[in-house]
């Protein structure tokens, strides 16, 4: 399992730009899907973005498309989420998460994603 560290979160306004950093222990690109999820207080986890193992193929959900991407750095063993014009309803704890199979970035599910960060807060104001 690879260690991951989320960090870049608080709190912007609306409108404003963040990106989160996810760090990781070891090599994650050719090995691992990365993937942000996101929970909101009193509501289930949910797949925000994901990058295939390769990198060259990227999953953003509808609720955040167009405003949201997934990146990485290989150099640097890090992803990242950049958001764009966040909007109150993005404000959530975000948690980074590797998944070794692969299956990850076709399920969604959290299941197929073994390692996961210690979240980092987005409070996104009006």
């Known amino acids: 399992q690879v260690r991951l560290v989320e960090s870049g979160g608080g709190l912007v306004q609306a409108g404003d730009s963040l990106r989160l950093s996810c760090a990781a222990s070891?090599?994650?690109?050719?090995?691992?899907?990365m993937a942000w999820f996101r929970q909101a207080p009193g509501k289930e986890r949910l797949l925000v973005a994901a990058m295939s193992k390769s990198g060259r193929s990227t999953y953003i959900s509808d609720s955040v498309k167009g405003r949201f991407t997934i990146s990485g750095d290989n150099a640097k063993n890090t992803v990242y989420l950049q958001m764009n014009t966040p909007k109150p309803e993005d404000t959530a704890v975000y948690y980074c998460a590797a998944d070794a199979s692969g299956l990850g970035y076709v399920t969604h599910r959290q299941a197929e994603f073994g390692s996961w960060g210690q979240g980092t807060q987005v409070s996104v104001s009006s």
């Open positions: 070891g090599r994650i690109f050719s090995s691992y899907v």
